[in-house]
């Protein structure tokens, strides 16, 4: 300092302060230097960020002088590492293991897809379609380990590894997409617990007090006569139910339970009368019973609907988590689902554009294609509001004749979607199932369609409705103006979006009308327990209750699960419009096994275990 004011006229106090300042600041070098731990660092380099150096400027001096903070901060972590001899976290886990336990996260039977187009979550520049969790993570450590003996990851280890995409359901954004079966059990052992009569609310758990062996398919579907019949707890079951508690049997209770009813509804008609007509609506009601009462409810859900509708959720899950992960050259796995209805919008709208039937709406039927080589995601927009089996087909015959263009070897085609009757589970769709691919698409030789458990049929190709709905709006933001289907399409394919999309407009479905209209089908029975069916003839579907790939020849279906054959035609001008007696449903059933389904008082078991009775 003294050289560099050397010739100068300065005064003496000008001289010390100077002097004050070098000083005060190779002192805060020297104690930052000295400190030991990054709390004592951090209280140094508050002081060299403070207001007062920010109101007049003066920042970049302390850059000048080598005290910059952040680069202290950083040096002081890296010595506290080296000085502990700890690694840092992120090479504690091998990327094998990181890849593996995010695949279990973003699993269907361990996550569901959100559908809507505002569900996204975006972290580090990287935007994605929220997944919400389908049980604890506390729960689902445990059945990571099950699954994978040899594993030792620890519950913080598996927690972490969690992709920040997967959340848990916040209690602000109710879920209304909950299954009846599994709303109306969950409700009934709540009420329970709340009584102290069971011990858990855990309904997987209360399963196996119906049940011999949960993982038994003859027992889980109702086909075991021991525990179909049995009144008996099995006895490593019994801590389920809370035996030191006195049950009065005939004592009040009322729970909700979710029921469609039929309401009565008025309508002021031209001539200002009311005309009246009956609504069916679902409404959470509250039922008054006795305790008997609600055990017997319970017990009627656990042995008659719960172990069949669990354990089809688990199984199917299963196997076609195994179908996709063992695809064959020649074979591609469709998933396909609705979207809910994109509204269209403009960018500038007038009042009145709110009302009446001013706002158009575009169908989309989303495919997400699994092929050994990756994914694809495929849409089909129309201005069509219909969702019935014609429509569907409509909607499939483009996107299949791209894949089988774009994948030549492919000729055995797998289908999964939910279960709706008025869409996909209904006669008229296993007739087109049956006839439709083998006049459209030679090459197909084999299909199968996989059904979903009702209420679990959401999946990837929600989220691929949710990114077109929320790439339209954002075209809207930006000046676009949407007003029918065909403007929707148009600017979906101009903004370069991954996904291929079709459009189909609303005339192309009478060519499938015009198919069905030529047969007469009569009704299969027991269609609300298909869950598998699979034609390798023309006219001719065989169906069963669960799904199975097991033969190592897939062209060949096994006879698992006691399938079933129908005939809808023998020839393919039964649908060309010629004689229709031979259209008429035949059943061929290979195997069977008839089950009585005897009621038993589940208020019994309590005198079994001495539970006194008032």
């Known amino acids: 300092m003294q050289r560099d004011l050397a010739g100068s006229r300065v005064s003496q106090k000008v001289r010390r302060t100077l002097l004050f300042h070098n000083a005060l600041m190779s002192e805060m070098k020297e104690q930052f230097s000295a400190a030991k731990t990054v709390k004592d660092r951090r209280s140094l380099c508050q002081v060299l960020t403070g207001k007062i150096l920010k109101k007049y400027r003066v920042l970049r001096m302390v850059h000048e002088f080598g005290c910059d903070p952040r680069v202290m901060v950083r040096k002081c972590k890296a010595v506290e590492r080296k000085m502990s001899g700890r690694s840092c976290k992120w090479n504690a886990v091998n990327n094998e293991l990181r890849d593996k336990v995010q695949s279990f996260f973003l699993r269907e039977d361990n996550s569901r897809c959100t559908s809507g187009k505002k569900d996204t979550i975006t972290?580090?520049?990287?935007?994605?379609q929220i997944h919400l969790l389908a049980d604890s993570v506390k729960n689902l450590h445990a059945k990571y380990t099950s699954e994978n003996v040899n594993s030792n990851l620890s519950y913080t280890s598996f927690s972490r590894l969690r992709p920040f995409w997967v959340i848990q359901q916040s209690v602000s954004k109710?879920?209304?997409?909950?299954?009846?079966?599994?709303?109306?059990?969950?409700?009934?052992?709540?009420?329970?617990?709340?009584?102290?009569?069971?011990t858990t609310t855990d309904v997987k758990q209360l399963l196996k007090i119906c049940s011999c062996d949960a993982q038994n398919t003859e027992c889980m579907l109702g086909a075991c006569r021991h525990c179909s019949t049995s009144m008996d707890v099995p006895s490593a079951q019994v801590h389920l139910l809370n035996v030191d508690t006195e049950v009065d049997l005939d004592k009040k209770m009322t729970w909700n339970e979710w029921k469609t009813i039929e309401e009565t509804r008025y309508k002021k008609?031209?001539?200002?009368?009311?005309?009246?007509f009956i609504v069916k609506v679902t409404?959470?009601?509250?039922?008054?019973?006795?305790?008997?009462?609600?055990?017997?409810?319970?017990?009627?859900?656990?042995?008659?609907?719960?172990?069949?509708?669990?354990?089809?959720?688990?199984?199917?899950y299963k196997v076609l988590r195994n179908l996709k992960s063992s695809l064959g050259s020649n074979e591609i796995c469709l998933h396909i689902d609705y979207a809910e209805n994109y509204c269209c919008k403009q960018c500038t709208e007038v009042q009145s554009m709110h009302f009446g039937a001013s706002r158009n709406q575009v169908t989309m039927h989303n495919v997400v294609v699994y092929t050994p080589s990756g994914t694809v995601c495929l849409s089909t927009l129309s201005d069509s509001m219909r969702h019935d089996p014609c429509a569907v087909w409509s909607y499939l015959q483009p996107v299949l004749t791209h894949l089988l263009n774009l994948f030549p070897d492919v000729d055995i085609v797998h289908f999964v979607s939910d279960s709706p009757a008025t869409q996909y589970r209904c006669k008229n769709n296993f007739f087109l199932f049956c006839t439709l691919p083998y006049c459209y698409w030679p090459q197909i030789v084999h299909c199968t369609w996989n059904y979903l458990e009702a209420g679990h049929g959401k999946g990837a190709p929600d989220g691929v409705g949710g990114l077109l709905k929320r790439t339209a709006d954002r075209l809207v933001s930006c000046g676009q103006d949407l007003s029918d289907a065909m403007d929707v399409y148009t600017a979906l394919r101009s903004s370069q979006t991954s996904v291929h999309l079709f459009f189909v407009p609303d005339s192309d479905i009478?060519?499938?009308?015009?198919?069905?209209?030529?047969?007469?089908?009569?009704?299969?029975?027991?269609?609300?327990?298909?869950?598998?069916?699979?034609?390798?003839?023309?006219?001719?579907?065989?169906?069963?209750?669960?799904?199975?790939?097991?033969?190592?020849?897939k062209y060949v279906m096994c006879m698992c699960h006691a399938p079933s054959t129908v005939v809808f035609a023998t020839d393919k001008n039964v649908s060309e419009g010629g004689d229709n007696s031979h259209a008429s449903t035949v059943y061929h059933t290979t195997t069977g096994t008839s089950v009585v389904a005897l009621w038993s008082?589940?208020?019994?078991?309590?005198?079994?275990?001495?539970?006194?009775?008032y």
Do not use: W
Request: include cysteine; charge should be positive; aromatic fraction near 8%.
């Open 269 to 276: 008609t031209n001539s200002k009368q009311s005309k009246e």
């Open 174 to 198: 109710r879920d209304t997409c909950l299954c009846r079966t599994c709303d109306n059990l969950q409700l009934i052992a709540n009420k329970l617990h709340s009584e102290c009569i069971i």
């Open 510 to 553: 009478q060519t499938v009308d015009n198919f069905l209209d030529n047969a007469s089908l009569s009704t299969v029975r027991g269609t609300m327990k298909i869950r598998q069916i699979v034609t390798q003839k023309y006219g001719t579907i065989s169906f069963r209750p669960l799904s199975c790939f097991c033969n190592t020849d």
């Open 123 to 128: 972290r580090c520049k990287k935007k994605m």
């Open 283 to 316: 409404k959470k009601v509250q039922v008054e019973g006795s305790t008997g009462d609600i055990l017997d409810r319970l017990e009627y859900m656990l042995r008659y609907k719960a172990k069949r509708h669990f354990y089809t959720i688990d199984h199917q």
């Open 601 to 613: 008082n589940f208020a019994l078991l309590f005198q079994f275990l001495h539970v006194k009775k």
